[in-house]
C-alpha cells in the first residue's frame, strides 16, 4: 500500500473529492479483501483461457481467442461478483481499456513504485470516490506485471504473423515493447455503495 506522502499526491493529482483510503479501511477492511479474491479469480480465469488457447492454437490463434473469450471472462466475473471488473494500462490494446482520471493517477503512481524496485505485491491502491451525481463508490486497483509469456504479445521483438494478428484485431494497439517486470496494467474494480 502507498504511503501517507504518496497517497496525498495521488488524491491531489485526481481533482476529484474523495475520502481518504486509510479512513475507509479500517471499518472496511471485508471489503478490500472481497476485491483482492475477485482479482485473484479473474486473474486465474484469464491465466487460464490462455494457457489453454496458447497449448491448443499456437500464439496466432489465442490472440483471437483472447480477443473473444477475454470479455466473457469479464463479464461472467462482473456479473457473478456485483462488482464492475475490469483490467487498464498505460499503454492500452483496445481503446475499450483506455484508463479514466482516477485509474491513469493510480496507475502512474504504480508507475513510479514499479522505477524505485518495489515488489509487485505492494501495488495496489483503494479508495472511496464521489461520483459527479453525488454518488459515493469503493475503487480498487491491483498492479499487474510483464511476465515473459506476456512477451509473445506485448514484447519488443514479436513475430511477424502475430503482429500482424494483432494489428487486424486491434487497429490502435499501444500495448507493446514491454520487457519482464515492467508494468503491464491493472486490474480495475468498481462498487457502488449506499
Known amino acids: 500500500m502507498m504511503n501517507k506522502k504518496q497517497l496525498l ?9 474523495v475520502y481518504s483510503s486509510a479512513l ?10 472481497e476485491a483482492r479474491n475477485i482479482v485473484k479469480q479473474y486473474a486465474q480465469s484469464l491465466k487460464h483461457e490462455l494457457k489453454s488457447a496458447l497449448k491448443e492454437k499456437g500464439t496466432v490463434l489465442a490472440i483471437e481467442s483472447c480477443h473473444l473469450k477475454a470479455p466473457d471472462v469479464t463479464d461472467d466475473i462482473s456479473h457473478s461478483s456485483g462488482w464492475v471488473v475490469r ?3 498505460l499503454k492500452v490494446r483496445s481503446l475499450e481499456d483506455a484508463p479514466d482520471k482516477w485509474e491513469n493517477a493510480v496507475l502512474q ?10 515488489d509487485f505485491d505492494k501495488m495496489e491502491f483503494s479508495d472511496v470516490v464521489i461520483k459527479k451525481d453525488g454518488s459515493r463508490a469503493f475503487r480498487y486497483m491491483k ?12 514484447g519488443s521483438n514479436i ?12 487497429p ?6 514491454f520487457k519482464v517486470n515492467d508494468l503491464r496494467g491493472a486490474f480495475s474494480l468498481s462498487k ?3
Open 24 to 33: 475507509f479501511a479500517k471499518g472496511n477492511q471485508d471489503t478490500i479483501n
Open 143 to 154: 498492479a499487474i506485471p510483464t511476465q515473459k509469456v506476456c512477451l509473445r504479445c506485448h
Open 9 to 17: 499526491a495521488l488524491l491531489v493529482g485526481l481533482s476529484l473529492p
Open 109 to 118: 503512481q504504480f508507475e513510479r513504485m514499479n522505477k524505485k524496485g518495489i
Open 172 to 177: 490502435f494497439d499501444r500495448a507493446v515493447g
Open 87 to 89: 483490467r487498464t494500462s
Open 192 to 194: 457502488p455503495l449506499k
Open 159 to 170: 513475430k511477424s504473423k502475430v503482429a500482424s494478428q494483432l494489428d487486424s484485431l486491434y
